[in-house]
């Protein structure tokens, strides 16, 4: 028996899995249409590469990677390609996004795929490779790269962590994956583990599955896997962080700011290591995963649903209950509320969760804090929540930054035990997000300083550059002129010489180089008049107001920059 | 008495001597106030406080020429963090032209002559062209400066407000009024 850690803080909400975990992973039905984002990963939006009207087979890939963090995005089925366009995405911000609409054609015809039979005689970059172009991402939550993670610095990894715990409440996709698919979990874990070099493999599984625990269990001996443990850890909230399952795992504390590489562990969830499977060995892309569809619906399941399936048609298939006022993505603690039910199933998309007023009832107005520090003992990350919130909701964000916000996972507990029912997490990303935002425009800032001050430096130099230019003519004109004095000419060349050096040789350039400006503008106007924009009639007078105000000032600075230029033509 | 005399006359000899070679040693290029105030004022380089850039206005501030409340594009951000810097009291804005949402410069392309006027204006050098040749703004470099607008001879430069999309969106501050205790 292997002996375990412990976090700090953590709490005990109702877990509510039971309702969705007793019934077997159902294929959904083939969706009317198909939304798909072309941003599902962190890092780098991927590029569109097909066209509306285009047939597309189910794998092929219609969204390439761009940059060096990114991830490519495929067609799930087969069909047709109706909309590259702007829409709804789950994203918390209601905005729109570029996303690919596909109309399946029923054939769900596969593209060739490419499949190994021996996986360990690949080279590690192009297994790497072939993960970014399958679009393996983790699929806990954080849509990070994997590509990009399996990779160990001078094979520093020892420990490679599983996750299987699903500590939020609700969710049972983890737990379904691994009772029915242990045996390809494994295989990819044995892949993940090659890529990184590490010993040995630890998976992580929280105590309330038994079953998928028995089923991880027998598929390690069934594969003969060595070095490789299932191990069943205490259900505590949110033990299926990263650094909280780690440090349960291993007792490695990853400290504040560090990263667990650094210390020998790289955390993965398990149907990541599923998917990795599937793309190595079947050159299958991620084009579907495993969705919970629980909460206020008659059949709270779990789908295999293809990416971009739209919300509403993937609930349909559970019954939703009528009084249901909308749906959160992940959990009940860490999930957001989808601004719409029309937008896909994404690959961050581990969990629906239809909302109603007596599952969900109206958050209770908030009260002052009392300082009763009931949040600091729930705090995985053993922050001080309480000064956070101070900091934040006072947007002191120097100070929240000096009592290490960026430790906060957001896993709600804080709030959670709240007696004052504070919603605490949202004042967190308030500041988080509102020192990116300061930060990017801080960097922008600086570069724009760097440009400019370049920029003063090269006009100095350029005038130098003149300046010793004139310089050294005159100097030239002069040693000329004092030949010339020194030995005359004979007088029918000096003739010769001056109708040569009389000739006017700068007006008439300048003044045809003038009248060809001219001539340029005048074209442009003439152009301009022809193709002039459509939408400057019918202006609201605020419009309206507008522009007369901007044509106000641009008259000025004309005049500005006229009255400036008359002043250089005197000096 | 005279010893002590002495020791400390030698002491106070020694430590001028090192204080006069720090001096020397530890020079500080231009006025470090200026930089610290350059460092929190937005570098649009736009004019629009009355002096031909950010550090010129710097300069002012540090001399106590100029008020700190005249940035346009720094907004009441940067009146709160000049105050905050200078430890003086916040005033609102007190320029001519008042803070608008960021923008960049767009250059409709069918109409450009090429005439390079607009390079020439740009303060941090984010329009790419050359002469009779089509000119483009680099976004990602345009602060928004507006400067380029007038001096083009056909009107082509428009400025596009920067609209709000999934990578710039920022959570909201929460909403939910504190109900005092009854
Ligand atoms: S639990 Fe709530 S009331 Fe208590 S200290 Fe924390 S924020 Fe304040
Ligand atoms: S949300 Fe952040 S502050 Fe609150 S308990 Fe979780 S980690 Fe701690
Ligand atoms: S108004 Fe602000 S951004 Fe523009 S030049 Fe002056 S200090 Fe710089
Ligand atoms: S000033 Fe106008 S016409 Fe001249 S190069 Fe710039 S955009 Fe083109």
């Known amino acids: ?571 | 008495m005279l010893s002590a005399l002495l020791v400390m006359a030698a002491i106070a000899i020694a430590l001028g001597a090192v204080l006069g070679f720090a001096a020397i040693k530890f020079h500080v290029e231009g006025n470090p106030l200026v930089e610290k105030i350059d460092a929190v004022l937005p570098q649009t380089q736009c004019g629009q406080c009355g002096y031909p850039g950010c550090k010129p206005y710097a300069t002012a501030i540090a001399e106590g020429a100029a008020d700190i409340n005249l940035c346009p594009p720094g907004g009441e951000e940067g009146i709160h963090k000049l105050a905050d810097l200078l430890g003086v009291d916040f005033k609102p804005f007190g320029g001519d032209t008042a803070p608008k949402p960021k923008a960049v410069a767009f250059i409709d392309e069918n109409n450009c002559i090429g005439c390079t006027l607009c390079i020439q204006a740009c303060p941090v050098d984010a329009i790419a062209g050359a002469a009779k040749q089509m000119h483009t703004i680099i976004a990602a470099e345009c602060t928004g400066c507006e400067l380029c607008v007038a001096p083009c001879p056909v009107d082509c430069i428009d400025m596009v407000e920067i609209e709000e999309n999934i990578s710039n969106w920022k959570w909201k501050y929460p909403v939910y009024p504190l109900r005092p205790a009854a």
């Open chain 1, 1 to 571: 028996m292997r002996s375990l850690f412990k976090f700090h803080g953590g709490i005990h909400p109702a877990s509510n899995k039971a309702q969705s975990n007793h019934k077997p992973i159902t294929q959904a039905a083939l969706p009317s249409r198909l939304v798909i984002p072309l941003h599902q990963h962190v890092g780098n939006s991927a590029k569109p590469i097909v066209e509306a009207g285009q047939r597309v087979l189910k794998g092929q890939i219609i969204g390439a990677p761009e940059g060096h963090v990114s991830s490519a995005v495929h067609a799930p089925t087969s069909g047709v390609i109706a909309a590259i366009d702007m829409q709804q995405v789950a994203h918390p911000s209601g905005i729109p996004d570029l996303c690919i609409t596909l109309i399946p054609d029923g054939d769900d015809e596969w593209i060739a795929r490419e499949s190994c039979d021996d996986w360990q005689a690949v080279a590690h970059t192009d297994l790497r490779h072939r993960l970014r172009d399958a679009g393996v991402v983790g699929l806990g939550g954080a849509a990070f790269p994997s590509d990009m993670k399996l990779y160990s610095h001078k094979h520093q990894i020892k420990t490679l962590v599983l996750n299987g715990a699903e500590c939020e409440p609700y969710i049972t996709c983890d737990d379904l994956l691994m009772r029915e698919r242990a045996a390809e979990i494994l295989q990819g874990a044995e892949i993940m583990r090659a890529l990184l070099y590490a010993e040995e493999v630890l998976i992580g599984i929280e105590d309330n599955k038994p079953e998928a625990i028995a089923a991880m269990r027998s598929a390690i001996l069934d594969g003969k896997h060595q070095n490789m443990e299932a191990v069943a850890v205490p259900t505590i909230y949110p033990g299926g962080g990263a650094k909280q399952l780690i440090r349960v795992l291993t007792g490695i504390e990853v400290a504040a700011g560090m990263r667990s590489t650094n210390l020998g562990v790289q955390c993965f969830n398990v149907g990541t290591a599923y998917s990795t499977w599937r793309a190595i060995r079947h050159g299958e892309a991620l084009i579907s995963r495993i969705v919970t569809v629980t909460g206020n619906v008659g059949q709270p399941q779990n789908f295999e649903a293809l990416l971009g399936t739209p919300v509403n048609e993937l609930v349909a298939q559970a019954g939703p209950l009528p009084d249901t006022r909308g749906y959160i993505m992940g959990g009940p603690m860490m999930g957001i509320r989808l601004p719409s039910a029309e937008v896909g199933v994404i690959k961050a998309t581990n969990c629906l969760i239809a909302m109603s007023d007596s599952l969900f009832p109206p958050a209770l107005p908030a009260l002052p804090c009392i300082r009763c520090t009931r949040c600091v003992d729930v705090c995985p990350a053993e922050l001080q929540p309480q000064e956070l919130f101070w900091f934040a909701q006072s947007k002191n964000l120097l100070k929240a930054q000096e009592y290490h916000l960026f430790d906060c996972i957001e896993c709600g507990a804080c709030s959670y035990v709240c007696p004052s029912n504070i919603p605490l997490v949202e004042y967190y990303r308030f500041a988080k997000s509102e020192i990116w935002a300061q930060e990017t425009s801080k960097k922008a800032a600086d570069a724009a300083r760097e440009r400019h001050e370049y920029r003063e430096l090269r006009i100095e130099r350029e005038k130098q550059e003149k300046a010793d230019k004139l310089a050294a003519k005159e100097k030239a004109a002069l040693e000329a002129k004092a030949l010339k004095s020194a030995a005359p000419l004979p007088p029918a060349v000096e003739g010769a010489n001056v109708s040569l050096y009389d000739a006017p040789v700068d007006a008439d350039p300048e003044n045809t180089m003038q009248l060809k400006i001219q001539a340029a503008i005048d074209h442009a106007k003439q152009q301009a008049a022809v193709s002039k924009p459509e939408n400057t009639e019918h202006l609201t007078p605020q419009q309206q107001a507008e522009i007369a105000t901007i044509e106000a000032r641009r008259a000025r600075i004309r005049e500005l920059a006229l009255s400036s230029a008359d002043e250089h033509t005197k000096e």
